[in-house]
C-alpha cells in the first residue's frame, strides 16, 4: 500500500503529516488521499482490532496519525464542496466524565470520512437537541461507562422525542454497561460495543434506503 496508508497503520502522526504535505505538493486532491489511502488504512486498523490482531492504544495511535493529516485536508474538502458521509454529534453523557472510548469512536468516525462534532464529557440532553437544531446533524452517538449515567441516555432520547427532532437523526449508544437490550428499551436506533462497530452501523445508518436509490 501508500505511504501514508503505511504511516496511519504504523500511528506514525509526523510521517502522516509529511507525506500528505508532499502528496498535495505532488497534484494530488485532497478528497483522493482521504477516500483512496486514509479511508482503508482505518478501515484496516479497525478489521485489526476487531480481530483481536491490535489493542486499544495501537488503535488510538492509527487515529492520532490519522486526525493530524486530515487537519490538513479538511479545508481544502470544504473548498472543493465535498460532501462528508454524514455529520455526528458525539459526547458522553450527563454525570460521565470519561472520554476514552468517546474521542476513539470520534476519531474512527472522521477515519470513516464523517464530520464529527465532539460535544465532550458530561453532556446534557438539552445539548443533544440543540446539536440536532442548530447544526442539522445526521447522527447522534450517546457514550457513558458509568452504570449511574444510563438514565441519561434515556433522558437524551427522550428530549429528542419531546423537542419535536427525533425523526430528524438517528442514535447510536454504546459504552461499557450498554447492552443491545438497553439500547432498544430507552429507544436508540442502534448500539455499538467497539469502534469498529460504531462506524460499521453510522455507515449503515447512513446508507440511502432502497426507495431513494
Avoid at 95 to 119: S, T, Y
Amino acid at each position: 500500500m501508500s505511504e501514508l496508508h503505511d504511516a496511519i497503520l504504523q500511528g506514525n502522526a509526523k510521517a502522516a503529516v509529511v507525506i500528505t504535505r508532499r502528496k498535495l505538493d505532488e497534484g494530488a486532491s485532497a478528497l483522493e488521499l482521504v477516500s483512496g489511502e486514509m479511508i482503508p488504512a482505518m478501515d484496516e486498523i479497525g478489521g485489526r482490532f476487531a480481530r483481536e490482531e491490535c489493542f486499544v492504544p495501537e488503535l488510538l495511535l492509527a487515529a492520532r496519525a490519522m486526525k493530524r493529516a486530515l487537519e490538513l485536508l479538511q479545508p481544502l474538502l470544504a473548498k472543493s464542496g465535498a460532501q462528508p458521509a454524514g455529520r455526528v454529534a458525539i459526547g458522553t453523557v450527563k454525570g460521565d466524565l470519561h472520554d476514552i472510548g468517546k474521542n476513539l469512536v470520534a476519531a474512527m468516525l472522521e477515519g470513516a470520512g464523517f464530520e464529527v462534532i465532539d460535544l465532550g464529557i458530561d453532556v446534557t440532553a438539552e445539548r443533544f437537541v440543540d446539536a440536532v437544531r442548530t447544526r442539522q446533524v445526521d447522527l447522534i452517538c450517546l457514550s457513558a461507562l458509568l452504570t449511574v449515567a444510563m438514565p441519561a441516555m434515556r433522558d437524551t432520547v427522550a428530549a429528542l422525542r419531546e423537542a419535536g427532532v427525533r425523526d430528524r437523526v438517528k442514535v447510536l449508544v454504546g459504552g461499557a454497561p450498554i447492552t443491545p437490550a438497553f439500547a432498544q428499551q430507552i429507544g436508540a436506533d442502534g448500539y455499538g460495543d467497539n469502534a469498529t462497530s460504531a462506524v460499521t452501523l453510522a455507515r449503515q445508518m447512513m446508507a440511502p434506503s432502497p426507495e431513494h436509490c
